[in-house]
């Protein structure tokens, strides 16, 4: 099946029909053949950090190559160059915070840092915190004082 200009994928049969391999598996394969970073959108990311209940409709990756347009059957995968900083992280728990407060923007950042801070340790934290010359004073500055008010506030269960 023909995904984009020169990239094709093999599908299998089933009953219903010929059936691509999954999104994520595909777009793992294209970072390995590219030797690019691709890493999910922070409205993925928030959803899967249980900041939000919404479900992006749009597959949306983020990458350090080239952007391109995937098409898989009606599926249409966008993959959009942003800036090396939002990147630096990778794929981990810790690069899914910088893409969160990145599409938060510094408006909600704070308040969002304070509600996370609870559900995820503090090692996460330092790895972000650790690459702060890399990021924007503002996300520097939310995560700074979102982690200390949350260690101030004792935790109900």
């Known amino acids: 099946m023909r ?14 029909g010929p059936v691509p391999p ?19 959108h922070g409205a993925a990311a928030a959803n899967a950090l249980g900041l939000t209940t919404q479900v992006p409709v749009r597959q949306i990756y983020l990458t350090d190559g080239r952007a391109r347009t995937l098409n898989l059957g009606k599926q ?18 810790a690069g899914d915070i910088v ?10 950042a704070e308040h969002v840092v ?4 609870v559900h995820i340790g503090q090692d996460h934290w330092n790895t972000v915190l650790e690459t702060r010359t890399h990021l924007p004073p ?4 939310a ?6 008010t949350s260690a101030l506030v004792p935790i109900r269960r």
């Open 3 to 16: 995904v984009a200009r020169g990239l094709y994928v093999t599908v299998t049969a089933s009953r219903f």
């Open 22 to 40: 999954p999104v994520d598996k595909m777009i793992q394969s294209l970072a390995d053949i590219t030797g690019h970073a691709i890493v999910r």
């Open 76 to 93: 249409v995968i966008e993959i959009r160059r942003v800036p090396k900083w939002m990147l630096v992280l990778g794929d981990s728990l």
């Open 99 to 108: 893409r969160v407060l990145e599409w938060l923007g510094p408006d909600f």
């Open 114 to 117: 304070s509600k996370l801070a």
């Open 138 to 141: 503002w996300m520097v500055e």
């Open 143 to 148: 995560i700074q004082n979102g982690v200390l």
